[in-house]
């Protein structure tokens, strides 16, 4: 060993995410994979998604679109992002000031909240919630306030959400169709919102990754939707959710000009802009509409026949409203009731063979409810897999 390797040391500072470890993703993704289980745990399509997109973006690279597109994304498919949502909800954005293509949704809300948060500054955050949200937050020095989903049916309290409102709070993230629940907000819950948001000043951001899964005639309640909430909201949607392209890691934030500024200024020294060839695919893609009017319909069909498999597992089917997820709850099984969510999805990879999320990850103090989420974007084979193995395994388990 030289004087140099001696001396050697790597400096570490405090850490700025000191309570992050790996997520629950990758720690069932893994076991699934050593145990040779369906995963079902992870929320991504094990389905390719249509050839027409792949094509169009086979297209832009020849067309030579390869170098840098402008900072807040191809004109083309900021115009396309603007025409979807005033023909869906009613609100047209300004395709040159108000509409940003960016690195995937995952992106559009850290920097929306690096924007707009200011260290001291309050967020609330409806649990349980996406992993992300909480140490967006605190990167930006900001301080999270949790404020629970009602337990059972995710719908939000509004006394709780009031009692969380305060001079500090400068935002409220907000989540329809939900991740993990699979609930949906409703109109009069949106007006609601908007009525208690009235007197403030705060910032809606709006996580509306899956606005194209809503199931049972259902609409999707976009803060677009509601003049008032729009005017104080950035809307996060995502093309990879859409299109079963989530490797592509492609979305956008909509928001008006004053809010849509700030957000550029941290985009421009985030990542810049995005994917240039991608961009000029989707905006051909998006010329057709039916890709995403025909979703709510491709999906209900999938969570259709996934839940008539659960029906004879045993296992409590909870609504699901919209997105792609299924969450069961296995309080009737009385081998399993005492186990944690995480302890029950553990034995669900080993033991049955299908790999499942328990919905205490979503938590930040890991509150149990006894419920574990499911992923049924997924082929019609991996589906039917899956409840053949967990007709097996549970199917010998004593009910209640």
């Known amino acids: 060993m030289t004087t140099a390797d001696t001396l050697a040391r790597t400096p570490l500072p405090p850490s700025r995410l000191p309570r992050v470890g790996t997520t629950i993703f990758t720690v069932m993704s893994a076991l699934a994979q050593e145990h040779g289980a369906v995963n079902l745990g992870q929320g991504f399509p094990d389905f390719e998604c249509d050839p027409r997109l792949v094509d169009a973006v086979t297209r832009a690279m020849q067309a030579g679109h390869n170098q840098y597109p402008p900072m807040a994304g191809v004109p ?5 992002v603007a ?4 023909a869906l909800y009613g609100h047209r954005y300004d395709p040159g000031s108000e509409i940003t293509i960016t690195a995937g949704a995952t992106q ?3 920097t929306t909240i690096l924007a ?7 967020v609330i955050v409806l649990e349980p919630c996406y992993d992300s949200y909480a140490p967006n937050i605190e990167l930006a020095g900001g301080h999270v306030r949790r404020v629970p989903l009602t337990p059972g049916s995710f719908r939000p309290d509004f006394d709780r959400i009031a009692a969380a409102l305060g001079p500090r709070t ?23 919102l908007a009525d208690l948001l009235r007197p403030t000043d705060v910032i809606v951001i709006a996580d509306e990754v899956y606005e194209h899964m809503v199931f049972d005639g259902q609409a999707h309640q976009s803060v677009a939707r509601h003049a008032e909430l729009a005017a104080r909201s950035v809307i996060v949607s995502s093309f990879g959710k859409t299109f079963h392209v989530t490797g592509w890691k492609v979305g956008y934030a909509a928001a008006p000009s004053a809010l849509m500024a700030e957000f550029r200024k941290v985009h421009q020294f985030n990542v810049f802009t995005v ?15 039916r890709p995403y009017l025909d979703l709510p319909d491709f999906y209900a069909r999938k969570r259709d026949r996934f ?8 296992l409590g089917l909870l609504p699901s409203e919209g997105s792609y997820f299924q969450c069961v709850d296995y309080a009737s099984l009385a081998a399993h009731r005492e186990r944690s969510e995480a302890e029950f999805c553990r034995w669900l990879t080993i033991e049955a063979g299908v790999a499942a999320i328990p919905l205490s990850a979503f938590y930040d103090a890991g509150f149990e409810q006894r419920v574990v989420r499911f992923c049924f974007a997924k082929r019609e084979t991996t589906l039917d897999a ?7 395994a549970l199917s010998a388990e004593p009910p209640n």
């Open 307 to 314: 839940r008539a498999g659960l029906a004879d597992t045993g």
């Open 275 to 289: 994917n240039t060839p991608v961009q000029h695919a989707l905006a051909a893609y998006l010329a057709d509409p």
């Open 116 to 122: 707009l948060v200011h260290p001291g500054d309050e």
């Open 83 to 86: 025409a979807k949502i005033a």
């Open 108 to 110: 559009a809300i850290l």
């Open 386 to 392: 899956a409840l053949q193995r967990l007709g097996s």
């Open 170 to 192: 400068r935002a409220i993230l907000v989540n329809t169709p939900h991740n993990p629940s699979a609930t949906v907000w409703t109109a009069e819950e949106m007006q609601r």
């Open 76 to 80: 083309a498919l900021r115009e396309a």
